[in-house]
């Protein structure tokens, strides 16, 4: 791959994916207005490893947290504190989270079942329809719970959401974020726990990915490798931190209007309107 297609796919696979928006749409679109090849399973898990470091960054204090509180109940076998409890269940919610995607990009390829092309109509309809659901979520509900304060079931109905993620179109973050808005969560809450969600389902797409990868023996380049992922790392890294930076004072607003105006274009186009293409390549 050329050194401008990646370092484009890399940044939209880095920064899109925690974003409230659709990865797989503006990759999708990405190739269509430039008719650039789509990358291979080395890109996917270069970006994989790199968003993962990113998150894995910026969540530290977590990651951090579950990790001690994990050792030190191993060590005492005891009731270890109420921060250690805590920690621990928060990573409980994780795992019950990211569960149901996780088990459908398993069993999907088991089944022999495959979510079919991304179409255009398809982009259009699903990136319109998601946005306007982040939306309702998060104009119309309260912000009342943190991340400590989702419980069990609501770390399941957030996992639930996310797998529609299976489906094309859909954006893990836009889902996670907007799901978590409907239970309550507060703006930054819900990108946070979109984020965290985020540490086993990369590292579950990356496995996926290395195992197409040896399953056809392709070749690996070190240079782009490398590059992709820290391309990745770096877009990832500057989405979440400045998107936190943003939801102190500001809502999800942007990030639904321009995700409605990519859906619109997208159908336009799918529909033969006239200057559609054009207004999507200004969107994109």
Not at 5 to 18: D, E, I, K, Y
Not at 164 to 182: E, N
Not at 216 to 227: Q, R
């Amino acid at each position: 791959m050329a050194l401008l297609p990646l370092v484009v796919f890399a940044l939209l696979q880095g920064a899109v994916v925690l974003l409230p928006l659709s990865a797989p749409a503006h990759g999708t679109l990405a190739s269509l207005l430039t008719s650039w090849p789509t990358p291979g399973p080395a890109f996917d898990i270069a970006v994989s490893l790199g968003t993962l470091a990113a998150v894995l960054v910026y969540c530290r204090d977590d990651v951090r947290a579950i990790a001690s509180g994990a050792w030190r109940k191993m060590r005492r076998r005891r009731s270890v504190g109420g921060r250690v409890e805590a920690a621990l269940r928060l990573a409980g919610c994780l795992v019950l989270g990211a569960m149901p995607l996780s088990l459908a990009i398993v069993a999907a390829p088991a089944l022999g079942w495959s979510p079919g092309p991304l179409t255009l109509p398809v982009l259009g309809w699903s990136s319109v329809g998601i946005a306007l659901a982040l939306w309702a979520a998060d104009s119309l509900n309260m912000t009342v719970k943190r991340v400590e304060h989702l419980s069990w079931t609501d770390a399941l109905v957030i996992g639930a959401v996310v797998a529609l993620a299976v489906f094309p179109g859909a954006g893990r973050g836009a889902l996670a974020i907007g799901a978590a808005r409907f239970l309550g969560c507060e703006r930054r809450a819900a990108l946070r726990f979109s984020a965290l969600i985020s540490i086993p389902l990369l590292g579950l797409v990356g496995s996926v990915a290395m195992a197409r990868l040896i399953a056809d023996g392709a070749p690996v380049a070190p240079a782009p490798f490398l590059l992709a992922g820290a391309v990745a790392f770096a877009g990832g890294w500057a989405a979440l931190e400045i998107l936190t930076r943003w939801l102190r004072r500001h809502t999800y607003a942007p990030f639904v209007l321009y995700q409605v105006g990519v859906g619109a274009a997208a159908l336009g186009v799918a529909y033969g309107l006239p200057f559609a293409r054009d207004a999507l390549t200004r969107l994109v």
